[in-house]
């Protein structure tokens, strides 16, 4: 006896394929959108035009220079708020075998441990500036991001073509993620957390 074929599997698989399709058509327009900002005088974000203080340049040339002497790549980076450096960092990668010890971060890191998170978090973004030798990599534009700079400025630019790898590599980051069916797991966890609110959608 015949026996109808559901098709489910081929379903499947061109249903998957698809939505990487689309996700791929989207990650491309907002690449362009991305460039666009990125080019633009306008834009804060990623690049700005100001004269950095002598205690500034100063600060940046020391710290780049410990970097150096303990064997790591010499970039250096400060938090002004207004006049004032209220953040230091530059990298320890190898010095601390940290994989998170860009400059960047670590003067982030630096800023939260001299006035504490909240106070942080109350700053006017307005006066907050990451200044950093040499124009951030992806994982510290994502801490800018997460800490809401929306001033940042760099002495030295990345070239295009490191960008242009940058983004294949984010294709193909977002093309192989997958997304587990133990959720529950991380639900758990969270609920441990004395802030925990069910309702804000970035937990």
Same mark, same amino acid.
């Given at each position: 006896?015949?026996?109808?074929?559901?098709?489910?599997?081929?379903?499947?698989?061109?249903?998957?394929?698809?939505?990487? =399709? $689309?996700?791929?058509?989207?990650?491309?327009? !907002?690449?362009? #959108?991305?460039?666009?900002?990125?080019?633009?005088?306008?834009?804060?974000? &990623?690049?700005?035009?100001?004269?950095?203080?002598?205690?500034?340049?100063?600060?940046? !040339?020391?710290?780049?220079?410990?970097?150096?002497?303990?064997?790591?790549?010499?970039?250096?980076?400060?938090?002004?708020?207004?006049?004032?450096?209220?953040? %230091?960092?530059?990298?320890?990668?190898?010095?601390?075998?940290?994989? =998170?010890?860009?400059?960047?971060?670590?003067?982030?890191?630096? =800023?939260? =441990?001299?006035?504490?998170?909240?106070?942080?978090?109350? !700053?006017?973004?307005?006066?907050? $500036?990451?200044?950093?030798? #040499?124009?951030?990599?992806?994982?510290?534009?994502?801490?800018? #991001?997460?800490?809401?700079?929306?001033?940042? $400025?760099? #002495?030295?630019?990345?070239?295009? &073509?490191?960008?242009? %790898?940058?983004?294949?590599?984010?294709?193909?980051?977002?093309?192989?993620?997958?997304?587990?069916?133990?959720?529950?797991?991380?639900?758990?966890?969270? %609920?441990?957390?004395?802030?925990?609110?069910?309702?804000?959608?970035?937990?």
């Amino acid at each position: 006896m015949q026996t109808e074929s559901t098709g489910s599997g081929p379903d499947k698989t061109i249903t998957r394929w698809i939505l990487r =399709a $689309v996700i791929l058509v989207l990650l491309i327009i !907002l690449a362009f #959108l991305g460039l666009s900002a990125l080019l633009s005088p306008e834009s804060h974000l &990623l690049h700005g035009k100001m004269t950095l203080s002598g205690r500034a340049k100063s600060a940046l !040339l020391g710290l780049g220079t410990v970097a150096a002497k303990n064997g790591d790549v010499p970039i250096a980076a400060v938090i002004l708020y207004g006049d004032s450096i209220i953040g %230091r960092g530059y990298n320890t990668v190898v010095r601390d075998t940290n994989a =998170a010890g860009h400059a960047e971060i670590n003067a982030i890191t630096d =800023a939260l =441990a001299r006035i504490g998170p909240s106070r942080f978090n109350q !700053l006017s973004r307005d006066s907050l $500036v990451m200044v950093s030798t #040499l124009e951030p990599c992806p994982m510290c534009r994502g801490a800018l #991001l997460e800490y809401r700079f929306h001033h940042v $400025v760099f #002495l030295r630019g990345r070239s295009f &073509l490191h960008w242009f %790898r940058e983004f294949g590599k984010q294709l193909k980051y977002e093309w192989n993620k997958e997304k587990g069916t133990d959720e529950a797991i991380q639900d758990s966890l969270l %609920r441990m957390h004395p802030g925990y609110d069910s309702t804000r959608i970035d937990w």
